[in-house]
Each structure stands twice: as structure tokens, then as C-alpha cells.
């Protein structure tokens, strides 16, 4: 039994003086880090930006497009008889989409879009209460997405814009639209 003991003495050493050399080099990373910031730099910047950079090679390579060529848009949808599908979250049951024409979905729009446009509303609070589509919880953001990954219609007139501009009435399969790029 003893020999035993005795014979651990030495692993039980070696991962000691492990955790020692770990944990030097953690300090000697975290001195870098409060040297950095005395100097005015932020420390982490650097490393974010390389794992922001690396998951956006990840997220390229998954889809066809790649962060560089990606937009982010807002939109207010507004769903009609002739949508694709006639329901909504605010709609479940599909009652008001199956009783509005396109007519009156653009009429909607448009007055929603002069509203935003002359600074009487807010986009994202009118998408919030108005849209169809459930981006509106997030005051209709769609976040970042590249070609081939929208409605063809959706898509260029999205790519069409300057971040910040509004779009005009955009019909798609789902319904019309107004777009706001942001990104």
C-alpha cells in the first residue's frame, strides 16, 4: 500500500505544477488585458472581432452567400386574399386576411408609409402593431440574410435601397410590403 502512495506522489506533483503553469498563464493574459486597458484599448475588441469574423465564414459556408454581400432589413407586411398563406399571429384564425383585398392591404400600407415617411410614426413601432408578419415582435426586423434567401420580389428591392430608406409598396407571394434597410 505504501508503495503505492509513494508512487502517486509524483503524478499528483506533475498535475499540480500543471495547474500552476495554467494558471500563470492566465494571469500573464489577464496583466496583458489590464495593460491594454490603461493604454485605452479595448482588449476584447480584438478577439470579438476574430470570433464575429470566424462565425461569419461559419455562417457563409452554410448558406451561398456571404457576410460581406448580406443585408438586414425591417418590413411591415400586410397579408391579403391573395396571399399564400391567410394567416397571421394576429390573425390565426385568417378571418381579417381572407376579408381584405390587395386594394385595401396597399391602401393600408401606403398610408402607414406616409405616416413613418413625415415623421408622425415610428417604423418599428408601426410594424409592431400592424404587420402580419411575426418579425413585428421585434418591430419587423428580419436580421441579416443574403440573395437567394428571400422572394425574388423582396430581395432586390431590398438590395435596391440605401440603409435607412424606405421602400415603396413591394407585392410578393405573401402579401405587399414596405421595406426598410438597415444594415
Partial sequence: ????????????????????RKKASISSADRTEAAEKQKGKNPTSTSNHHHQSHHHRKKSKMSSSTAANQVRAAHILIKHQGSRRKASWKDPEGRVISNTTRDAAVSQLKALRDDIVSGKAKFDEVASRYSDCSSAKRG??????????????????????????????VDTDSGVHIIMRTG
Fill in 140 to 169: 419587423g426586423d428580419l436580421g441579416p440574410f443574403g440573395r437567394g434567401q428571400m422572394q425574388k420580389p423582396f430581395e432586390n428591392a431590398t438590395y435596391a435601397l440605401k440603409v435607412g430608406e424606405i421602400s415603396d409598396i
Fill in 1 to 20: 500500500m505504501k508503495e503505492r502512495h509513494v508512487s502517486s506522489l509524483p503524478k499528483a506533483a506533475k498535475i499540480d505544477s500543471d495547474r500552476k
